[in-house]
């Protein structure tokens, strides 16, 4: 009897003692960066970032990166504090912002004055590498309002050092990518008024 009290207790703590803490999770953001020049002092018409598209294996909280040969890394502790599609879109909001004249930049969720232009991003590719570089494959249309055919369209491809080791470098890297894309975005905006 004592026999059988003595592995029913040995039962009971051995899930105890295998049960340690778990890693602990990480949290990260992306920020708004500086414009590479000031904002162009001719009008611009308005314009609002109304929709970023992302292929399934990007749109996910955790953090992903590229290990080569079509492998990717999906982190569980390391966790965007959001929507990745809808961070991207308010930090290309805050950045563009900061590129174009004043009052050009519709936030996503203000109404639009008429005639404003939708920006649709298109995302095939956003992830590190476990070389330390991030990179951005995708494309960017300018639409007029109630319109379907793109005015202008264009490809991009960007690619930035990590800036630090892990996934808060990454963070940083995808962060310069997104104020370059507005820096492309606003230049092409400004010539195409022009």
Known sequence: ?????GLALLLLLVP???????PKTHFFTLEATAPER??????VRPVQVVSIHLPPALDRRQMVSETGGGGLDVSDQNRWG????DMIR??????LEKRLP?????FPREPAPAGTRRLVVDVLDFAGNGAGEVTFD?????????????????????????AGPGYAGQARAMSRILGSLADQIAAALVQFEG
Do not use: Y
């Open 1 to 5: 009897m004592n026999a059988l009290k």
């Open 16 to 22: 105890v003692a295998g049960c340690g803490s778990s």
């Open 38 to 43: 000031s904002a162009p002092s001719r009008p």
């Open 82 to 85: 959001g929507a990745f599609g």
């Open 90 to 95: 308010r930090v290309l909001t805050q950045d």
């Open 102 to 106: 004043k009052g050009t930049v519709i």
């Open 138 to 162: 995708g494309s960017w249309s300018l639409v007029a309002s109630g319109a379907d055919k793109p005015l202008l369209a264009r490809h991009v491809q960007l690619h930035e050092s990590a």
